[in-house]
């Protein structure tokens, strides 16, 4: 019996849409309205410096990068295949897709583990 790894990429998704779903609008609404609208007080470049600078905050970015770009990369390969039938093409839209997606987590790792 032949193991795939569909199911990992369903965890990956749906694991990266719940994130997306809970954390961005968080994100969006403290740095797209709340700090330029002077709702709340924006954080000092110190402050936030300090802030990265943490293990767990690093971590916090990673899994918020990593897994939205996995739930990306499911979307629109299943985008491709029903919206644009091209289904032919299974084998190189998994690895632009994921490749993109796994590219752009390890640089996101390099970034944030790359900072003093």
């Avoid at 961005?24 to 403290?30: D, I, K, Y």
């Amino acid at each position: 019996m032949a193991r795939t790894v569909t199911p990992l990429l369903w965890l990956l998704f749906s694991a990266g849409g719940t994130i997306a779903a809970l954390l961005f609008p968080v994100h969006l609404f403290l740095i797209g309205l709340a700090f330029p609208l002077g709702w709340l007080e924006a954080p000092t470049y110190g402050f936030l410096r300090s802030l990265v600078g943490h293990p767990l905050t690093r971590m916090y970015l990673f899994v918020l990068i990593s897994l939205t770009l996995f739930h990306w990369a499911h979307r629109f390969r299943y985008t491709l295949y029903d919206g644009f039938q091209i289904k032919h093409l299974t084998a190189l839209i998994v690895v632009l897709c994921y490749g993109a997606a796994l590219a752009g987590s390890i640089l996101a790792a390099a970034t944030l583990w790359s900072i003093p």
